[in-house]
């Protein structure tokens, strides 16, 4: 299984700064993976109902906590998938969360945190991440998904 995990905001996708983010919907984003993913599958691994994806989303630090300790210690769990949306930029509790559990995790960001301002620049999470996509929108996600199947 692999976990596609968002933080706080990103369940406003669609109608948040769209000009930022674009309009399409977190469900939208999760059904187009799902179509891209289709007939793939984390290597050696039966799913009866052919389900490896699962999408969670969470506004609440502690529940983000909670989720990446149990995705990232189950051992059905080959990656997670995850953007903490502003969490990032300060959350060393997330940071400690991805760097406690076994389950390599990738961190996306939809924009280019880079080109935006100061405080978006660094990501105090992503260095405990096996890697960073930002910058291209929800092809990002499916980069991180393509990463965690090779
Ligand atoms: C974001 C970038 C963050 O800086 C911002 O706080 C978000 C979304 C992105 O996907 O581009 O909420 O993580």
New binding site residues.
Partial sequence: MICVVN????NLLGRREPE??GTETLADIEAWLVRRFEGRRPHGREYADGVWLKFFQSNSEGELVSIIQEMGYDPDVTGIVF????Y??YSIALRDAVAAVPAPVVE????N?HA?EDF?HRSVTAGACRGMV?GLGKTGYALAIESLLE
């Fill in positions: 933080g706080p905001n990103l930022v983010y953007n903490p949306g502003a990032a930029h996306v960001h939809l924009s945190i935006r978006r930002c």
